[in-house]
């Protein structure tokens, strides 16, 4: 059942991620604005489309695997709850869309203002949803990867992507402290990352205090 092209659809991922994080990093960042300070406009925008580009290989290889017995298999009696992770993942993006800066996630912003600094351009914000998950993009994936019938490669990869949501969410992390200080400590303790909990919910008022936090 588990095959040479599950190994190397496994380092396929690793691979990816390992390189994912290594550009994601403030050590690489600083080091191009240290050495080409004009090529930092251009960053985030390549970053996104090497992300898009490498992430070809391990979805090749996960297609190429995927012949195999069903591993997973939603029952028709548990099929809704399936499809309920759907459309949760869809209305949590789509609401959280709302409070993103898009022109700087892609990169566009920093390309048409000509920022030369490797520190987040936008200033600290929580949106409802970032007061039940500091994540909520993560927890969107988690439901829509693990929402499908699964072979074993499609598992492998479904295990490789939320172990990285997870790994990933803490190296973001220690950059956002970076970046905003205390209050993003504080925001941590008190707002799980990715899986809700219904007994760590950041009320408004606290939400508002966090935002207006003086460092």
Sequence with gaps: MFESCH?????????????HSLLASLKVKNRVASAKPS????YRLV???????????????????????LLIQWSESWKWVSWLMIATAILLFAWTMKYYDGSEFL???????????V?????????????FVRHPWYLVGILIVWSRDMTMAELISSVMITLYFFLGSRLEEQKLIRY?????????????????????????????ELVNYQR
């Excluded at 979805?59 to 195999?68: D, E, N, W």
């Excluded at 520190?119 to 007061?131: A, M, N, T």
């Excluded at 925001?187 to 508002?208: F, N, T």
């Design 7 to 19: 190994v190397w659809l496994m380092v396929s991922w690793l691979g990816y991620f390992a390189l």
């Design 39 to 42: 090529l930092m406009p251009y």
């Design 47 to 69: 970053f996104n489309l090497l992300a898009l580009i490498f992430l070809v290989l391990p979805l090749a290889l996960t297609f190429q695997c995927v012949a195999g017995p």
């Design 107 to 117: 990169g566009l912003k920093q390309l048409k203002n000509k920022v030369e600094s």
């Design 119 to 131: 520190d987040d351009q936008e200033q600290f914000h929580l949106s409802p949803v970032h007061r």
């Design 180 to 208: 905003h200080g205390e209050r993003y400590r504080q925001y941590c303790s008190m707002v799980p990352g990715i899986v809700p909990l219904p007994w760590k919910v950041l009320s408004k008022e606290k939400a508002d």
